[in-house]
């Protein structure tokens, strides 16, 4: 059986730079039409995680609040929520991206996105952070403190360096929310590979939390 997200692949045809693969550049010169969006709404009700998966590349490179009437809008915002319920970092992190961009129009927003800080999947937990500014509140940095040990390890480029890069996401993070920029400097392990990996050491965050404390209540 023929999976619906043929039908946005088949609008490539005769744009794509490369015949095998999908790239951002080749979705942006599509016009996004009603006919379009509908397609793309299909897929994303769609039970095949192929079509999830591809209807959410195309509503990350073509669609932007407003661009589409509100009823498409309402039916896109409600498939948007079901997926970042779904399993796997190929589906729910996307889908936890776009929540981000209609955050005014998702109910229980900051609920979603706090439980996405604490989500297995590290891709989740990616966007959850990277988002983190659309839902603390003033100064709010406590959910941010467990990622100090979060234990995701990548690399900066393919066969570069390892980073625990939420780690260093986290301390930006809390450096936005206090409006304080800390000096950084890099603490580094030893895997058990050989490798070792890297991220910013959290210690000026501690001392000025502990300042701060002090002046609070002493």
Avoid at 5 to 16: A, E, F, N, P, V
Avoid at 36 to 59: G, H, K, P, R, Y
Avoid at 64 to 80: T, V
Wanted: glycine letters at 6%; aromatic letters at 10%; a neutral charge.
């Amino acid at each position: 059986m023929e999976k619906l997200s043929t039908k946005l692949t088949d609008r490539l045809k005769g744009i794509r730079a490369y015949p095998v693969g999908l790239s951002a550049d080749d979705v942006q010169q599509l016009s996004l039409t009603r006919d379009l969006v509908e397609d793309i709404l299909n897929c994303l009700a769609s039970s095949d995680i192929v079509d999830q998966q591809m209807a959410l590349f195309f509503t990350d490179i073509l669609i932007e609040p407003g661009s589409i009437d509100k009823n498409q809008q309402a039916n896109l915002i409600a498939q948007i929520i079901r997926l970042s319920g779904a399993t796997g970092k190929q589906v729910q992190a996307p889908a936890y991206k776009l929540l981000a961009r209609y955050s005014s129009q998702v109910p229980d927003y900051r609920a979603m996105m706090l439980n996405g800080l604490q989500n297995p999947d590290p891709m989740v937990r990616k966007e959850a952070l990277l988002a983190h500014g659309s839902y603390c509140r003033a100064k709010e940095v406590f959910p941010l403190e467990a990622f100090e040990n979060d234990n995701y390890l990548t690399e900066t480029v393919m066969g570069g360096p390892l980073v625990y890069e939420l780690r260093n996401i986290a301390l930006e993070a809390i450096e936005r929310a206090i409006g304080k920029t800390f000096q950084k400097s890099e603490k580094s392990e030893a895997q058990s590979s050989g490798a070792v990996a890297f991220w910013w050491d959290w210690t000026p965050y501690h001392v000025w939390k502990d300042r701060w404390f002090k002046k609070l209540f002493m």
